[in-house]
C-alpha cells in the first residue's frame, strides 16, 4: 500500500526558511524511474508544480523558485525533503508531495500526500 | 516554460450532459499530457495519462484524446459525482506545468 505524508510547520514568518518533509511507505525511491515531487495550492488557487527528485537523484525545480527550492532524498529513511527560503505571504499555500515514475514508466502522479497547509504571516 | 491554457475556465452542465475540457499547450508536447480532477478539499486524482489512456478505476465515461499542442477531455455522460476542478498538466519538459483549471459545476 503506498502513502505519503508530508509534515512541517504550518506557521512560518515572512523571510524565514520553510522546511518539509515527505515521508513515504509502500515503495523505493531506489527502484529506478521512481520520482517524488513537491506541488503547491495557494487557497483557492491552482496548481503549481515545485520540484522532482527522481531515483538517481537527478532534480528539477520550477522556474520562477528555483533560486528558492532544495529537493533532497533520504533513501533510507524514506523521506524527500524540500526547503524552501525567504518566505513570503504570497507562499501560502497547500503543500503536496507525489509520487511518479509508475504509471505510463514516467511522470505522472498516482499518489499524492494529503497535503499540509502553510501559512506566511508575521 | 511551456503555458498550459484550459478553456472553458468554469462550465454548468446537467447529469447526463455531454462535456469538453481542452488544454492547449504553448509548444509541441507530443502526447505527454495528464488529467486530474479535484473534489473540494480533497487531493487531486489521476484520471487520464498520455492524452489518452485512462488510469486504473476511473469510469469509463472519461476519455481523453489529442496530442501536439492541442487536448481534450470528455466526460460523456455527466455524473452528480463529477463536480470539481479539472487540470491538465503537461510532463514533456521541465518544469512540469499545470493548467490553471475548469472548474465543473453541476447544474
Known amino acids: 500500500q503506498v502513502t505519503l505524508r508530508e509534515s512541517g510547520p504550518a506557521l512560518v514568518k515572512p523571510t524565514q526558511t520553510l522546511t518539509l518533509t515527505c515521508a513515504f511507505s509502500?515503495?523505493?525511491?531506489?527502484?529506478?524511474?521512481?520520482?517524488v515531487s513537491w506541488i503547491r495550492q495557494p487557497p483557492g488557487k491552482p496548481l503549481e508544480w515545485l520540484a522532482l527528485?527522481?531515483?538517481?537523484?537527478?532534480?528539477y525545480y520550477s522556474t520562477s523558485l528555483k533560486t528558492r527550492l532544495t529537493i533532497s532524498k533520504d533513501t533510507s529513511k524514506n523521506q524527500v525533503v524540500l526547503t524552501m527560503t525567504n518566505m513570503d505571504p504570497v507562499d501560502t499555500a497547500t503543500y503536496y508531495c507525489?509520487?511518479?515514475?509508475?504509471?505510463?514508466?514516467?511522470?505522472?502522479?498516482?499518489?499524492w500526500g494529503q497535503g499540509t497547509l502553510v501559512t506566511v504571516s508575521s | 516554460d511551456i503555458q498550459l491554457t484550459q478553456s472553458p475556465s468554469s462550465v454548468s452542465a446537467s447529469v447526463g450532459d455531454r462535456v469538453t475540457i481542452t488544454c492547449r499547450a504553448s509548444?509541441?508536447?507530443?502526447?505527454?499530457l495528464a488529467w486530474y480532477q479535484q473534489r473540494p478539499g480533497k487531493v487531486p486524482k489521476l484520471l487520464i495519462y498520455?492524452?489518452?489512456n485512462m488510469q486504473r478505476g476511473v469510469p469509463s465515461r472519461f476519455s481523453g484524446s489529442g496530442s501536439g499542442t492541442h487536448f481534450s477531455l470528455n466526460i460523456s455522460s455527466l455524473q452528480p459525482e463529477d463536480f470539481g476542478t479539472y487540470y491538465c498538466?503537461?510532463?514533456?519538459?521541465?518544469?512540469?506545468?499545470f493548467g490553471q483549471g475548469t472548474r465543473l459545476e453541476i447544474k
Open positions: 507525489a509520487r511518479s515514475g509508475i504509471v505510463g514508466a514516467t511522470y505522472y502522479f498516482d499518489y
Open positions: 509502500g515503495f523505493s525511491l531506489s527502484t529506478t524511474g521512481v520520482c
Open positions: 527528485i527522481d531515483w538517481d537523484d537527478d532534480k
Open positions: 509548444q509541441d508536447i507530443g502526447s505527454y
Open positions: 498520455t492524452a489518452s
Open positions: 498538466q503537461q510532463v514533456n519538459r521541465f518544469p512540469h506545468t
